[in-house]
Nanobody
Framework: QVQPVESGGGSVETGGSLTLSCALGRVIYGVYCMGWFRQAPGQEREGVAG???????RYADSVNGRFTVWRDSAKNTLYLEMNSLKPEDSAMYYCVQERGCSSRMVLDGPGRFRYWGQGTQVTVSS
């Protein structure tokens, strides 16, 4: 299986927290990046958090200080802890991984990422 499998989404109230998980499927060695995208209805898919093989992380300004991305290499699993959630965080969330990229490139857009899962829905009510 090459497509990642996301889980952990749900419905929370403003200010609540969720932690998303992603079973990555593929094991990539060498230089790579992983990250999380989200897409709300009628909007473009945007990168919100990235991490790379050097352990460097990057966050979109809209989530910086509230979201934390990390990976468990032994489990080949990626996580996204989301705190202080806002209604504007409501979206379908997807995880990705690719070789030969940096954490910053996750924020550049979805074009370089070949494999996408079904996503997990996050809904934040006001």
């Amino acid at each position: 299986q090459v497509q990642p499998v996301e889980s952990g989404g749900g419905s929370v109230e403003t200010g609540g927290s969720l932690t998303l998980s992603c079973a990555l499927g593929r094991v990539i060695y060498g230089v790579y990046c992983m990250g999380w995208f989200r897409q709300a209805p009628g909007q473009e898919r945007e990168g919100v958090a990235g991490i790379d093989s050097d352990g460097a992380t990057r966050y979109a300004d809209s989530v910086n200080g509230r979201f934390t991305v990390w990976r468990d290499s032994a489990k080949n699993t990626l996580y996204l802890e989301m705190n202080s959630l806002k209604p504007e965080d409501s979206a379908m969330y997807y995880c990705v991984q690719e070789r030969g990229c940096s954490s910053r490139m996750v924020l550049d857009g979805p074009g370089r990422f070949r494999y996408w899962g079904q996503g997990t829905q996050v809904t934040v009510s006001s």
